[in-house]
């Protein structure tokens, strides 16, 4: 049996929450603290582009000429989709190549004294960072963050320039769209000589009881000074109210240029637990005092949970099973490319929670510090995953070429960033690994658990397991290698398994969405299997044409098969590029929760002669519609997902029928209806009273524009996002599914267009523009905020249709 305990978060960003927390600790925090300067300054602003290479590391090299943006920043997404990039259909047809960013600042004074560094959240890829034109390193890993220390080339009389050239120029790299840049955020970090080590703060409780909790927290400080050093450590917690929460002071000696860690331990009273459904937080300031002055100070945002993993009882949290509804999810965000924007991030996590998951696999690298925080936020499990490959490369320029000489900085990195989220509870070390059947996999495997167990050995190992041509009893050594076994696509083998190997713990880590029934089935049924991942939640970019759907006299087969361009992403998600809910999420979220019980959608009729194929991956192409002119009179079937006992289906009041859709029906009632237009109405039946009822309406032409914003405030920092979602509807407001009007984008006002979209993946219109047609009725606009504030004015017309505006309001907070 293994115990995992508790492990939190440590924030680099600062959140309403954390700011909240951290005005408490101040108020009662009785250091003096003058002449303060800011720890972590986000450096996004006003940094200069290019596109192309040329030799521009010098310090006076001219760039006047050069685009002027705000981070993040991809430019893949910015070009133009085309047969002709060297990203293939793995990249979605994007172009890549190679781009120069560079930053002009100055630097005060009081910074003289301190260690000054600057932190890159990640950049893709290949980067190599200069400061006044010399060269601080390069770093190949598009998705780990690092730093580079700045002092000893800082002028403090005249002006800095810190240049990045990015090169993601050797094309293949990825299988999946990575975007191109500087897509996350950089901060300057400013220190004195006695500071917190980077990434230098571990929070965990050790013990968790329900009138009383135990948080440990070990810190590193490093004296870079060449005396000895006295300091006192002082660590205060606070919960979510800004509650004092506890309090540990400690003296500590420090000998000159030298490191030590430190462990404090608090006794937390009548703990609030964090679950996906009560994500409390709790806030953590750690200073370092000399003489009563702050010398340093850190932020740190923590929960309270235990964890534990056993085949007896499969995950618990908090001491109670929880079942995984999991889906697995890339890093980009649709029309925006992998830019990371908090919004942006923190509206994944919405969505995967709206559509009824519970945990999300991180495939395959880590994410950004604003998802892991968004997921703590707002409740959603996490399995962390670092690489995508081993020694043994999938594409001619992927990780496989960087493994030796940077598996142990990259997973280390990861650890030690997000080993303190709440959300975060498992590690997973690699995805269908090529060398898999090897006995030098099951080595490298064992290192890389191990390595991860040397900094948290609080959360189990796993990686992505696949058979794929192997015999599947042969990686039982592999399996072993881990505390819990990553099966891809073979959870039906797990019950055999079980009788083989008692002890396995089992977690599908993906699955096709098609099977959902099935997998469901066997979580439920078998503890020792803990869950499901399915492959995907949301549609993304690149992995062109997976997950489709096809007609007869179409490019057959598979989407590695073939170039199926204009594909240029993937369809196999729960959820489209523009935050629709296909059927399929509904039927997922219905099977593993209560909070919806019924659902009615239309399967599209196979276009006679022609007949509608399916692959891998993808489910039949299935739609909130009732507009078939083309079928008049002909049987369309109509598909009722629902946890009543019955359902029936009326079209215009007439009953059409009465099926059971509880035990052998999977939760499922196929109609087959004549269609004629009018409305569609299906009823959830239980003890044959109607309870609860979903309708498709027949709509009539295309004549209106709807806007529906997800945010009407938002934040004057040149950052902030609001979704717009775009659809038509006929003159009675009903939604017509089948336009595909073409529509055009204006913005008034202190705001620009960051983004635009339908689902289509077939759809090679930019993504960066102010125009795009809709696809079965819809369309998105994402509207991003500059550094001012006043009303933002969104106005979308369409020829023939009904124009819409909406204002947004951008404030500063």
Aim: charged share 25%; aromatic share 10%; net charge neutral.
């Amino acid at each position: 049996m293994k115990q995992y305990n508790i492990y939190n978060i440590e924030w680099h960003m600062k959140t309403i929450v954390i700011a909240c927390v951290l005005l408490a600790c101040n108020i009662v925090c009785q250091a003096q603290n003058p002449d303060k300067i800011e720890r972590k300054q986000l450096f996004d602003y006003k940094w200069k582009f290019h596109l192309g290479d040329t030799a521009a590391k010098s310090k006076d090299f001219n760039d006047v000429d050069w685009r002027t943006l705000d981070l993040p920043h991809d430019w893949s997404i910015e070009g133009k989709i085309s047969p002709e990039n060297s990203t293939g259909g793995e990249g979605g047809y994007f172009p890549a190549g190679i781009g120069w960013y560079r930053k002009t600042f100055k630097v005060p004074n009081e910074w003289k004294s301190k260690k000054v560094s600057i932190f890159f959240e990640g950049v893709y890829m290949n980067s190599e960072v200069f400061i006044n034109g010399k060269s601080l390193g390069i770093y190949p890993y598009g998705y780990s963050s690092f730093s580079y220390d700045l002092s000893p080339y800082l002028d403090f009389n005249n002006e800095n320039v810190i240049a990045v050239r990015v090169d993601n120029s050797q094309q293949l790299n990825s299988r999946w769209y990575s975007g191109s840049g500087i897509y996350r955020h950089v901060w300057m970090i400013t220190t004195n000589a006695i500071h917190v080590a980077d990434l230098g703060v571990s929070i965990t409780t050790p013990d968790v009881l329900p009138k009383k909790a135990t948080v440990q927290i070990k810190t590193i400080i490093k004296n870079e000074t060449g005396s000895a050093q006295s300091v006192v450590i002082s660590a205060r917690l606070a919960d979510g109210n800004s509650k004092n929460a506890g309090h540990s002071q400690i003296k500590v000696e420090l000998p000159a240029n030298s490191e030590k860690e430190i462990a404090q331990t608090i006794e937390v009273p009548d703990p609030l637990l964090w679950t996906p459904e009560t994500p409390h937080l709790y806030g953590a300031q750690i200073q370092l005092l000399q003489d009563r002055k702050v010398v340093d100070e850190t932020k740190t945002n923590f929960g309270i949970r235990s964890i534990k993993f056993t085949p007896e009882n499969g995950f618990q949290l908090n001491g109670k099973i929880v079942k995984l509804n999991g889906g697995c999810m890339h890093h980009d965000n649709g029309c925006l490319g992998a830019a990371a924007f908090d919004r942006a991030e923190e509206r994944k996590v919405e969505l995967l929670k709206e559509a009824g998951f519970n945990a999300v696999r991180t495939s395959h690298n880590p994410p950004s510090e604003a998802f892991l925080n968004a997921c703590d936020r707002l409740g959603l499990l996490v399995m962390d995953e670092a690489f995508d490959c081993w020694r043994a490369g999938k594409k001619k320029y992927d990780y496989a070429q960087y493994f030796d000489r940077w598996w142990r900085r990259d997973l280390d990195e990861m650890v030690l960033r997000d080993r303190n989220h709440p959300s975060i509870i498992m590690w997973s070390i690699g995805n269908e690994i090529v060398e898999r059947g090897s006995p030098e996999a099951v080595k490298t495997a064992k290192m890389l658990a191990n390595a991860v167990r040397q900094i948290d050995p609080s959360r189990p190992v796993t990686s992505a397991i696949v058979e794929a041509g192997k015999d599947w009893a042969a990686l039982d050594s592999l399996m072993a290698g881990h505390d819990v076994g990553g099966y891809n696509y073979h959870l039906w083998n797990a019950p055999a398994d079980h009788q083989r190997v008692p002890s396995r713990i089992i977690v599908q880590t993906e699955s096709y969405p098609k099977d959902a029934f099935a997998n469901w089935k066997l979580v439920q049924n078998h503890n020792y299997i803990i869950g499901d991942f399915v492959w995907t939640a949301v549609d993304y970019l690149g992995e062109s044409g997976i997950g489709r759907w096809y007609y007869s006299g179409d490019v057959p087969g598979e989407h590695w098969e073939h170039d199926l361009f204009p594909w240029h992403g993937a369809y196999c998600g729960d959820i489209d590029i523009t935050g629709w809910r296909k059927p399929i999420s509904h039927y997922r979220s219905m099977l593993y929760n209560n909070t919806e019980k019924l659902y009615m959608a239309v399967r599209e009729p196979d276009p006679a002669p022609l007949e509608i194929k399916t692959t891998w991956w993808a489910v039949w192409p299935t739609w909130e519609s009732w507009n078939w002119p083309e079928f008049a009179g002909q049987d369309i079937q109509v598909e009722i997902y629902s946890k009543y006992p019955r359902v029936r289906l009326y079209l215009n009041d007439k009953l059409i029928g009465e099926k059971p859709t509880t035990g052998e029906q999977e939760y499922k009632a196929t109609f087959k209806v004549p269609h004629s237009p009018g409305k569609l109405k299906a009823v959830g039946v239980d003890n044959e009273k109607e309870i609860e009822s979903a309708i498709l309406q027949t709509s009539g032409d295309a004549a209106k524009i709807k806007l529906t914003a997800d945010r009407k405030e938002i934040t004057a920092n040149g950052q902030d996002l609001s979704y717009v979602t775009i659809e038509i509807t006929d003159s009675d407001g009903i939604f017509q599914p089948t336009a595909a009007n073409r529509l055009n984008f204006k913005i008034e006002g202190p705001g620009t267009i960051a983004g635009v979209a339908n689902a289509d993946m077939k759809d090679t219109d930019p993504y960066a523009a102010n125009t795009r047609k809709a696809w079965h009725g819809r369309a998105l606009v994402v509207i991003r905020s500059t550094n001012d504030i006043g009303d933002i004015k969104l106005t979308v017309s369409s020829n023939g249709l009904s124009g819409a505006a909406l204002i947004i309001k951008s404030f500063k907070r």
